[in-house]
């Protein structure tokens, strides 16, 4: 079974400055999607990034990009120039060949003004 | 626009009382699926359905049931509502094109208390 580990509860940013969200997993299975998901107040689950595994190129977004180290099994966000609107809770996730989404518990990110 | 709506926005019941959540989405989408979020873990998969007349049991299925009698519709339903029950549950879909990997939309979730 896949498994997603974040093993950070909260984090805390300064507006204008970059922050990086953790994120490991564990998986058999050679081709899988791996994303980011925004949660805010609202409670909304808001596709932030995905990620190929079979893409070396790291995925972006804007403000947002990823760094994919398949052999080591991680996958961190990276959030530049942060927010206030910023401020949510980020879950990572994994869908493989049976669509299933496994994620992680969750990380809290303030974001400081 | 498509979208995925989940009814009701909020709900307060009874320990015991049967109880269903609402999901239709107008995407036109093969796979719908059930969550519930709570504090410290995450979102967990409670049911899915793969089609019409298709449903899986998730990782937390006990006391839940879902039928799929039509392509926009899953409804959730807790048999005999615990305390434990005590909840927020999403529901989403994606379009299950043949590929394991297609991008989940989710509704905007319901919160349920059971007292």
């Known amino acids: 079974a896949q498994t997603v580990t974040q093993s950070q509860p909260e984090m805390s940013v300064q507006e204008a400055e970059t922050v990086t969200l953790s994120c490991t997993y564990d998986t058999s299975e050679s081709d899988y999607y791996l994303f980011w998901y925004k949660q805010p107040p609202s409670r909304q689950m808001i596709l932030v990034i995905r990620?190929?595994?079979?893409?070396?190129q790291n995925a972006t977004e804007n403000r947002f990009s990823v760094n994919f180290q398949k052999a080591a099994k991680s996958f961190s966000l990276k959030i530049s120039d942060s927010q206030l609107g910023d401020a949510a809770m980020y879950f990572c996730a994994y869908t493989g060949a049976n669509s299933k989404l496994t994620f992680g518990k969750g990380i809290t990110l303030s974001v400081r003004p | 626009d498509a979208e995925i709506t989940q009814s009701p926005r909020h709900k307060i019941t009874e320990t015991g009382r049967q109880v269903t959540l609402a999901c239709h989405q107008t995407?036109?989408?093969?796979?719908m699926f059930w969550y519930r979020q709570d504090l410290g873990h995450g979102l967990r998969l409670i049911h899915y359905s793969y089609g019409v007349h298709d449903t899986n049991k998730g990782e937390v299925s006990d006391g839940y049931s879902v039928s799929r009698s039509n392509t926009e519709d899953l409804p959730l339903t807790l048999e005999s509502a615990a305390s434990s029950q005590t909840s927020v549950y999403f529901c989403?879909?994606?379009?299950?094109?043949?590929?394991?990997?297609?991008?989940?939309?989710f509704g905007a979730g319901t919160r349920l208390s059971v007292l």
């Open positions: 990620q190929e595994a079979y893409k070396q």
């Open positions: 995407w036109n989408h093969n796979n």
């Open positions: 989403a879909s994606s379009s299950g094109t043949g590929m394991g990997w297609d991008i989940q939309y």
